[in-house]
C-alpha cells in the first residue's frame, strides 16, 4: 500500500538551512505537499508541488522532487525560531484519491 | 480559513465508556479522515470516508469506528475507551476534482482516558 516516511526529529541551528527529507512508494502520486504543525494547532499547508515538477521555490522555502527515487525534501533557508514546529510530508495520487501523510519531522531551532 | 469544526475540543472520560467526537465541514468536501497524533508516532489515520455511508479504515482503526451519514458530519466512536486511546484527534477534509486537493484541518480534540 501507498506510505509515506520521513525521519521524526531535526535540530538545526538558527540562521543555518534546514532541510527535511521524504519517501514515498505511490509511483502514481500526483501531488506532493508539505503541512506545517505549530504547537497546539492542527496542519496548514506550507506548499506543494506536482509530480511533473522537480523543483519549487517559494521565498525562503524550496522544494526538490526526485520522482525517480521517489524522494521529496524541503528546503528553509535562514531558518529561524518561528520555524520550529512539525514538518508533515503528503502525498496524493490521482483526483480520485486520498491524501497520505508522513508521521512528521520535529523540526528544532537552538541559538 | 476552511469552515471545519471538532467538537468537543477537549474530553476527559472513565475507561470502558463510550466517547464521541466529531467533525463538522461546512465545505461540502467529499474526502474526511480522523487522525490520531502522538509523541513517537506521529499523524496516524484511524478511518476515513469517501463520501456518505461511504468509509474506510487507516492504519490505526482497531478500537474504533466512524460513521457517516451526512456529507458534513463524521462522527468517530470509542465503543468502550482505553488509556491508550489518550491522545490529540485530529479532523481533515479535502475535495476531488480540483486541481489542488490540499487538505484542512480541524483544530483538533484532546482526548484523556483516566
Known amino acids: 500500500g501507498e506510505d509515506v516516511e520521513q525521519s521524526l526529529f531535526l535540530s538545526v541551528r538558527e540562521g543555518d538551512s534546514s532541510v527535511i527529507n521524504c519517501t514515498y512508494t505511490?509511483?502514481?502520486?500526483?501531488?506532493l505537499y508539505w503541512y506545517k504543525q505549530e504547537p497546539g494547532a492542527g496542519l496548514q499547508l506550507l506548499t506543494y508541488?506536482?509530480?511533473?515538477?522537480d523543483m519549487k521555490q517559494d521565498q525562503r522555502l524550496t522544494v526538490l522532487l526526485n520522482k525517480k527515487d521517489k524522494h521529496l525534501s524541503l528546503r528553509i533557508a535562514d531558518t529561524q525560531t518561528g520555524d520550529s514546529a512539525i514538518y508533515f510530508c503528503?502525498?496524493?495520487?490521482?483526483?480520485?484519491?486520498?491524501?497520505?501523510f508522513g508521521s512528521g519531522t520535529r523540526l528544532s531551532i537552538r541559538p | 480559513d476552511a469552515g471545519i469544526t471538532q467538537s468537543p475540543r477537549h474530553k476527559v472520560t472513565e475507561t470502558g465508556t463510550p466517547v464521541t467526537l466529531r467533525c463538522h465541514q461546512t465545505?461540502?468536501?467529499?474526502?474526511m479522515y480522523w487522525y490520531r497524533q502522538d509523541p513517537g508516532h506521529g499523524l496516524r489515520l484511524i478511518h476515513y470516508?469517501?463520501?456518505?455511508?461511504?468509509?474506510d479504515k487507516g492504519e490505526v482503526s482497531d478500537g474504533y469506528s466512524v460513521s457517516r451519514s451526512k456529507t458534513e458530519d463524521f462522527l468517530l466512536t470509542l465503543e468502550s475507551a482505553t488509556s491508550s486511546q489518550t491522545s490529540v484527534y485530529f479532523c481533515?477534509?479535502?475535495?476531488?476534482?480540483?486541481?489542488?486537493?490540499?487538505?484542512?484541518f480541524g483544530q483538533g480534540t484532546r482526548l484523556t482516558v483516566v
Open positions: 505511490d509511483s502514481s502520486s500526483t501531488y
Open positions: 465545505e461540502n468536501h467529499r474526502y
Open positions: 508541488i506536482f509530480s511533473n515538477m
Open positions: 481533515a477534509i479535502s475535495d476531488t476534482g480540483n486541481t489542488n486537493t490540499e487538505a484542512f
Open positions: 470516508s469517501y463520501g456518505v455511508k461511504d468509509t
Open positions: 503528503a502525498e496524493s495520487g490521482s483526483s480520485a484519491s486520498k491524501i497520505i
